[in-house]
């Protein structure tokens, strides 16, 4: 384990030292380099993951450009770091680099943030104030994100923990859009049951 541990780090160095030069042109045959040094096609399901965990980890970037209650702003920088060490896990196959205990501090901000909250009795339209609808676009997201990491379960040994983590990440996304409609003044944005009912055959 300490001869591995050393190679990750030597491996960061490496890596920390290569981001001064941005473009590398090592890509322009289609393939990429993961973090143990080995290259895959960039098409390979453990890039898709890799990408959509980095495309989840921008949109909360862009969340938190807004103005958010400062728990609120807390709790999602805590997830950016929480997704980069995600993503790194990915990148290096068969590395453990996400805490369990991270997957239970989500699960601690989840109930913590749905406490003041009033119960919901219908289904909620995604939408109300800005930062409301960047938080639903962030858990549709993470939904993609975790799809795909299951998909990746698929061919690879991949841990519970990264599962874990994104599904329970999307339910939170989806209680701080409702902290942040709250915090607006806005209520939620309920769904009609009504408006477009048919009939059965």
């Not at 601690?108 to 009795?121: D, K, Q, V, Y």
Request: proline share 3%; aromatic share 4%; with cysteine.
């Amino acid at each position: 384990m300490l001869a591995s541990m050393r190679d990750i780090n030597d491996r960061n160095e490496v890596m920390g030292k290569r981001l001064s030069r941005i473009a590398t042109r090592t890509g322009d045959d289609g393939t990429t380099g993961l973090g143990d040094g080995s290259r895959t096609g960039k098409d390979d399901q453990r890039i898709a993951a890799m990408g959509d965990v980095d495309e989840l980890n921008a949109v909360i970037g862009v969340l938190l450009a807004e103005s958010l209650p400062a728990t609120m702003a807390a709790m999602l920088v805590e997830v950016q770091h929480d997704l980069f060490e995600l993503g790194g896990e990915l990148c290096i196959p068969g590395y453990e680099n996400l805490a369990t205990e991270r997957i239970d501090w989500l699960d601690a901000m989840l109930a913590e943030s749905n406490a003041g909250l009033p119960a919901l009795e219908e289904f909620i339209l995604p939408g109300g104030c800005r930062a409301a609808a960047l938080a639903h676009q962030a858990r549709t997201v993470a939904r993609r994100a975790e799809r795909s990491v299951v998909a990746l379960s698929r061919q690879a040994s991949i841990r519970r923990q990264p599962r874990a983590y994104l599904n329970r990440l999307s339910d939170l996304l989806f209680v701080l859009a409702r902290v942040a409609n709250r915090a607006a003044g806005h209520g939620d944005i309920m769904w009609d049951r009504q408006r477009g009912a048919g009939t059965v055959p």
